[in-house]
């Protein structure tokens, strides 16, 4: 069992940038392939960016490449998402989960554990 609590989100200006931290609880963190999504209002829930256990293998939707950076701290139980660059389409909220598929995937029916989300709200 993984509970997951994520923070960081908030208004920023178009061009922002912003930090979303994600606290896994639990021993086995480490075990966990991360995954970080985002739900706008009205869409479905879609793929962000995901890393591995060990932090060596990294995927991000098309959407964020060169904007958005996924990275993890095993030893503080955490996984972040640096978001630069932020665009108006990037308001939504935004949720990390943990799967236990090996390699990191896009899918969310990979994903086991959720947090509550944190809203990201991006002005023009």
């Known amino acids: 069992q993984v509970q997951l609590v994520e923070s960081g989100g908030g208004l920023v200006q178009a061009g922002g940038s912003l930090r979303l931290s994600c606290a896994a609880s639990?021993?086995?963190?480490?075990?966990?392939?991360m995954g970080w999504f985002r739900q706008a209002p009205g869409k479905e829930r879609e793929f962000v960016a995901a890393?591995?256990?060990?932090?060596?293998?990294?995927y991000n939707a098309d959407s964020v490449k060169g904007r958005f950076t996924v990275s993890r701290d095993n030893a503080k139980n955490t996984v972040y998402l640096q978001m630069n660059s932020l665009k108006p389409e990037d308001t939504a909220v935004y949720y990390c989960?943990?799967?236990?598929?090996?390699?990191?995937?896009?899918?969310?029916?990979?994903?086991?554990?959720w947090g509550q989300g944190t809203q990201v709200t991006v002005s023009s």
């Open positions: 989960a943990a799967s236990r598929v090996f390699s990191p995937t896009t899918r969310t029916s990979d994903y086991a554990y």
């Open positions: 639990g021993r086995t963190f480490s075990s966990y392939t």
């Open positions: 890393i591995s256990w060990s932090g060596g293998v990294i």
